[in-house]
């Protein structure tokens, strides 16, 4: 289907974004890569008065180390993310959990804040961005804030960032050296999970000093799997103690039942999965 007609405006700041969404308000609708809402529209499920597309803000883009932390760039492309040496070497888990997003067409084009953004509960980036603690800036009429990646995803399709307000960059605590991985179960090549798990941890000495696990499509939003990360910190990084705390991996999910399986379908896959992500993970 061909989208409602709407206005377009591609400013070059954010300073202008602003204005152009306090200007339109309730009428405008934020475009990123355009991967997630171009369908949206054309399915006519939305149909925004104006369209403002953010592809033209340079200083949304790019990846920089901050210290403690690497800042992603709101408007990063997925492609640019699972490829950058930064990434890779302080936060692996978001450089695994990118290259199982979609195809490369829609890596190229769809971006690391938009998908955020969009919250969809199936969507890759989400877990791990909450594994890691992730912190997202938003900039809006009041100035800027950071909110915590536990405060952000609020329920489905939903997050912190108001009406009037724009992510602008993503901070990632670096987790040097540890190891990192996503597993992910589909039913198609390239589509969204019908469940996965995000793992990284810190193994030291054959011990496993810090691990932290989230999970994606287990409920509204990404959810931490706090009773494993509970039930395998300080113990031998072994097969045996993995498996172990893996069977804790549905505690606290409420995961949906659809047509590519039902709830408790779910319960017994994160358990497989959260046990295979974690090996992995344990393993370097
Ligand atoms: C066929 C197909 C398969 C896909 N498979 C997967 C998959 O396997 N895993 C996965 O994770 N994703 C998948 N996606 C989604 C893809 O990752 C998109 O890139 C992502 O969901 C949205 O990113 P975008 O930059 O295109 O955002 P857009 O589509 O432009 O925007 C998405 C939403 O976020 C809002 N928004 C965007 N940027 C901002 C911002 N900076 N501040 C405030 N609001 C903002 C927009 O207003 C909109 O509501 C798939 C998409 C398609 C079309």
Redesign the pocket.
Known sequence: MIPAPFEYVAPTSVEEALQALSEHGDDA???????????VLRMRLNAPEWVID?SRIDSMRGIRDDGDAIVIG?MTT?HDVLNDALVREHALLITKAAT???DAQ?RH???F???L??A?PA???GAPALALGAEFVIVGPGGTRTVAADDFFVDLFETA?GEDE???EVRIPKHTGWGAHYEKFVRVA???PICAVAATAKVDGGVVQQVRVGLTNMGNTPLRARAVEDALTGQQATADAVRAAAEHAAEGANPPSDLNGDADYRRHLVTVLTRRALLAAVGG
């Open positions: 609708k934020i475009m990123a890569g355009g991967q997630s809402l171009l369908p953010l709101a997925h199982e997003v979609a829609i084009r769809g971006t804040g938009g998908a953004a969009h969809d969507g890759d980036l960032i724009l992510l602008t390239h589509q969204w």
